[in-house]
């Protein structure tokens, strides 16, 4: 399904890698927090929930922290009638015996997740719960200041002639540019890493002052090829791999409306993932969910232009100008260059889009395979099946939180292993890349 010639993914095994980090320490700190989520829901929503299930729920979590901090094997996932379940043990099959501090880092996170899911849906009265959610809303709600600044920059700059349709000044590619990064650097705020972040904490990666001091902190940016594509092919459909809910699920609506407002698209088609999904993942109902919370002036008011942009919002909503989709793959252990293979429909929808922007860290690591590609790497290479006539057009917005990286130039790389010791610029978040393949 991948190049022979393509570098090996990364382990939990690499010392003093993110991944070793993640499954050392991360992974049972989100298992824990997952606990007291379900304890939480016992304690206040007995009536909906079966305590006695959730009780078990807790246990079957209990024993998994305890199986990632003892290093235990991943055990085959049980059959629960899905048809995914084939696919993961298959694939854990084929790497062979290995424990949780030993795996292929991707594969194992997306394992994790599923697994998860296999406890909560195996008990009847919590099928459907998203164990998430209340993370989720919290992070929005933490997120307030930052909504209400950049609705009312979006709403200012919509009254512009150079935001009209068809603009394509110089100063339209400037509101682009705005646009685009607040897209990118609303992927800082993620659940999975943010686990202990105070409200405080959480409004210092936003606003949009912060949006403006990431732009020196871009270490591959093909932000003005980016544009010239879209200006050439305005008005089609522009499909988003969303990535986290809440404050970045905000800004990507934003960045939805302003492409259909500008008229670099004619529609948007929003992707999402079917179960709960990496602590804070886009779900179907995290979109009406926000939505509705944005026009509550209880939490969001500023003179009416957070519910006023929510509307705006809505209304793209109700017109299937701005619509959600589901497909399984982006649930499954397989990198997106197995996708020709297992999710050929997939492929053959996202060829007919304009083009397709990939969320965050995870699906850039799905889009590279999470191998261990010299940073210098072209993005179309390490694309691999994706880039090209047999794939699709891709842009990826990402803030850099994992080992891989692609696409840095040698003089920059170079300057990033002094300013950042131990190449912390690819994992710490500050850092970001705004890669196009359109070949």
Not at 267 to 277: F, G, N, Q, T, Y
């Amino acid at each position: 399904m991948v190049s022979a010639t393509s570098p090996s993914p990364i382990w939990t095994s690499a010392e003093g890698s993110m991944a070793q980090a993640t499954a050392k320490t991360r992974w049972p700190v989100i298992v824990q927090g997952m606990i007291d989520d379900v304890q939480q829901t016992i304690d206040d929503d007995s009536d909906t929930r079966n305590a006695k299930e959730g009780l078990d729920i807790i246990q079957e979590l209990q024993a998994l922290k305890e199986n990632i901090e003892g290093d235990a094997a991943l055990p085959a996932l049980p059959e629960d009638g899905s048809s995914d379940i084939m696919g993961y043990n298959a694939q854990l099959a084929s790497f062979g015996p290995m424990s949780w501090h030993n795996c292929p880092w991707l594969f194992a996170e997306c394992y994790l997740y599923r697994r998860v899911h296999a406890i909560i849906s195996g008990a009847p009265s919590w099928r459907g719960y998203d164990i998430f959610a209340r993370a989720k809303l919290s992070s929005l709600i933490s997120s307030k200041t930052a909504v209400q600044e950049l609705s009312a920059r979006y709403m200012s700059l919509s009254t512009v002639d150079a935001f009209n349709n068809n603009d394509r000044s110089d100063f339209a590619y400037t509101i682009f540019v705005e646009m685009t990064q607040i897209a990118l650097w609303g992927n800082a705020t993620d659940l999975s890493l943010l686990t202990a972040a105070s409200p405080d904490q959480l409004e210092a990666i936003q606003g949009r002052k912060a949006i403006e001091e990431g732009q020196a902190r871009i270490v591959s940016n093909d932000m003005a090829d980016a544009w010239t594509y879209l200006s050439a092919h305005a008005g089609g459909a522009v499909d988003i791999i969303l990535d986290n809910a809440g404050f970045e699920l905000f800004t990507d609506l934003l960045y939805s409306l302003y492409l259909i407002d500008s008229g670099l698209a004619g529609s948007v088609r929003l992707h999402v993932k079917s179960m709960p999904w990496f602590v804070s993942d886009v779900n179907p109902h995290d979109i009406p969910i926000l939505v509705s919370t944005l026009s509550d002036p209880r939490f969001f008011d500023l003179n009416g232009r957070v519910p006023a942009l929510a509307a705006r919002i809505q209304r793209l909503l109700n017109e299937g100008r701005i619509v959600m989709e589901e497909h399984p793959f982006w649930t499954t252990g397989y990198d997106f260059q197995c996708m020709p293979a297992v999710a050929p429909d997939l492929l053959g929808r996202l060829s007919t889009s304009t083009l397709v922007v990939f969320k965050g860290d995870l699906n850039y690591r799905k889009l590279v395979r999470d191998a261990t590609w010299p940073y210098t790497t072209p993005f179309a290479e390490a694309l691999g099946p994706l880039a090209g006539p047999k794939g699709f057009k891709i842009l990826a917005l990402r803030t850099n939180k994992a080992d891989v990286c692609v696409g840095v130039d040698e003089e920059t790389v170079r300057r990033l292993k002094v300013q950042e010791p131990g190449d912390n610029w690819v994992k710490n978040g500050k850092y970001a890349v705004i890669s196009l393949s359109v070949c």
